[in-house]
């Protein structure tokens, strides 16, 4: 179950998809300490990713401004936040007729596919998964997909049937991917007709993502690569991990999420979510409106956020990705071109201190309090570098405030397994990082 451990009408915050970092375990005491903080009511949440901490900012009474880098993470906040919501609006529904995909270009193929799941066959699945023709892999493509193919020109959108030309066979099945363009197909139109308003359109697309995430066949449920099919290797985790997957209904999934969203979002209290990064509003200070606190929770370590989230951006934009090749190649994860994502300053040791410099900045000239989180091993151990460390960090923020504090906020979290370099069984903290100006 994606939505954060909760019942579906739960008035607790919601984790809409697995989200790299999102404060899930950590909430209630961060809650705690950024309560005990804040002055006052107006609060913006900068990095919001999976909107949990906005969620729980709004819930105990502040007036929230979310943003983040990625548009997908604008869609959760407003979604999960009502920003825009209608009173007593009901929830919206899409006209999906389920075309004869039988008769289409991808006719024969989900046949193979369906027939496959129908006799439980992993064997088939995993074939058609290293098979199936792609945009970016079209050997074996019928007249009809190639013409297909031809027509999705990088750009271009919204581009129907592009998920299904893009990441079927790799992070979803082919009927799954079939289905996620049909809905977000679907979102556009009512969308453009005027049928939904701006945040039914970030509901159902957050409901999409969310039920595209259960679906999503890689480690994780994110977007840095699909699981790896090798002939040569044990393949009995992969069986299993491709006849769940590839089974689960992603329109029932999506439907339940509708609901389920629905019910858990606010009501329209005055809050805000938009897409932005912390230079457009370092650019532009005043779009930040008046802001008591600026709480920041930036990514620490190399993995760009845009890596693991590429997909869902792609979806969220509707846009057709210009695939990086390297050597000739498409990569691995499928990754769009390196300037179609979001380059994160804060991956990098050479460029962190001046993005934090950055952010201290722009809350000394709101004169806004600065809540900024921070984890780190306490035992030392370098699982995954920081891209700046605490003393260098502590020097920058002490630069700029007159009072700085710090507060810990226990915890013992699984780190994300990159290349065997997990950690396993230590114990991590986080701090929060309270500065002021008197
Ligand atoms: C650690 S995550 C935030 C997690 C969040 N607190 C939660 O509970 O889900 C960091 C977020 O910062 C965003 N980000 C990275 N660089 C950014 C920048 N320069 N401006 C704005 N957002 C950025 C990423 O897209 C990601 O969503």
């Excluded at 006052?40 to 949440?45: E, F, L, Q």
Aim: hydrophobic share 40%; with cysteine; net charge negative.
């Amino acid at each position: 179950m994606v939505l954060a451990d909760v019942a579906p009408t739960s008035r607790n915050p919601i984790r809409p998809v697995q989200f790299l970092g999102a404060k899930s375990r950590s909430l209630p005491v961060l809650l705690g300490a950024l309560e005990d903080e804040i002055p006052g009511d107006a609060v913006a949440d900068i990095f919001s990713g999976s909107s949990l901490v906005a969620q729980g900012l709004a819930r105990s009474g502040h007036l929230v401004s979310a943003c983040d880098a990625l548009e997908h993470c604008a869609h959760f906040a407003r979604a999960l936040l009502g920003v825009g919501r209608d009173e007593g609006e009901a929830v919206p529904q899409l006209e999906l007729r389920l075309p004869d995909w039988a008769d289409g270009p991808w006719g024969s193929w989900l046949a193979r596919e369906r027939e496959a799941l129908a006799r439980e066959d992993a064997e088939a699945l995993l074939e058609i998964s290293l098979t199936l023709p792609q945009v970016w892999r079209a050997d074996g493509a019928s007249c009809e997909l190639t013409d297909l193919f031809a027509g999705l020109a990088p750009g271009s959108g919204p581009a129907a049937g592009l998920v299904a030309s893009h990441y079927a066979g790799t992070y979803f099945g082919l009927e799954q991917a079939l289905e996620i363009d049909l809905i977000r197909g679907e979102i556009a139109a009512a969308r453009n007709s005027g049928a939904i308003d701006r945040w039914q359109e970030s509901l159902l697309i957050t409901a999409l993502l969310s039920a595209a995430s259960e679906c999503a066949f890689s480690a994780g449920k994110h977007y840095a690569q699909p699981h790896r099919i090798r002939r040569d290797k044990d393949l009995a985790f992969l069986r299993g991990r491709v006849l769940s997957d590839r089974g689960k209904g992603l329109l029932r999934l999506f439907e339940e999420r509708v609901s389920s969203l629905h019910a858990a979002a606010l009501p329209d209290e005055g809050h805000r979510a938009e897409a932005r990064t912390l230079e457009q509003l370092v650019r532009e200070p005043q779009t930040l409106g008046a802001v008591e606190a600026i709480y920041a929770d930036p990514p620490y370590t190399a993995q760009q956020y845009s890596r693991f989230y590429h997909v869902p951006e792609v979806i969220s934009s509707y846009r057709v990705p210009n695939l990086q090749r390297i050597d000739g190649a498409v990569t691995r994860g499928l990754y769009p071109e390196p300037t179609e994502r979001h380059h994160s300053r804060f991956c990098s040791r050479r460029e962190a201190p001046d993005a934090f410099a950055d952010l201290c900045d722009l809350a000394v000239e709101r004169g806004a309090l600065l809540c900024l989180s921070y984890s780190f091993t306490r035992s030392g151990e370098t699982g995954n570098r920081r891209s700046i460390d605490l003393p260098e960090l502590r020097a920058v923020v002490e630069e700029r405030f007159s009072k700085v504090v710090e507060l810990e906020i226990p915890l013992a979290y699984r780190q994300f397994n990159a290349g065997g370099h997990s950690l396993t069984g230590r114990s991590d903290a986080e701090i929060l990082i309270v500065a002021r100006n008197r």
